[in-house]
């Protein structure tokens, strides 16, 4: 059983900060990628950012230059630097366990129950 802990969200006004944290439990001993989504309401989960085990990064449009993800593999945990927010970045964000491997079978991907970022002034 693997489970995935969000923590970070809030509430900020227009220009500030927010990190999110994700720590992924369970009988692990590897993880493909880790990764951030959004879902706002009336619309579609998106991707916000994803990191691999090796450091690669990609990111949405729409957060590149303002938000930054790092990842501890030997923690399992991923992090979201939320700089510059604006009210459209409001949304519930979860996280992302991609290929999930234990000792010695494939676990497949897990999402963490979500946390909520809200953007106003």
């Known amino acids: 059983q693997v489970q995935l802990v969000e923590s970070g969200g809030g509430l900020v006004q227009p220009g500030g900060s927010l990190r999110l944290s994700c720590v992924a439990s369970?009988?692990?001993?590897?993880?493909?990628?880790m990764g951030w989504y959004r879902q706002a309401p009336g619309k579609q989960r998106e991707l916000v950012a994803a990191?691999?085990?090796?450091?690669?990064?990609n990111y949405a449009d729409s957060v590149k230059g303002r938000f930054t993800i790092t990842r501890d593999n030997a923690k399992n945990t991923v992090y979201l630097q939320m700089n510059s927010l604006k009210p459209e970045d409001t949304a519930v964000y979860y996280c992302?366990?991609?290929?999930?491997?234990?000792?010695?079978?494939?676990?497949?991907?897990?999402w963490g129950q979500g946390t909520q970022v809200t953007v106003s002034s």
């Open positions: 369970g009988s692990i001993f590897s993880i493909n990628a």
């Open positions: 992302n366990a991609l290929r999930v491997s234990g000792a010695t079978e494939e676990l497949g991907d897990y």
């Open positions: 990191i691999t085990s090796g450091g690669s990064t």
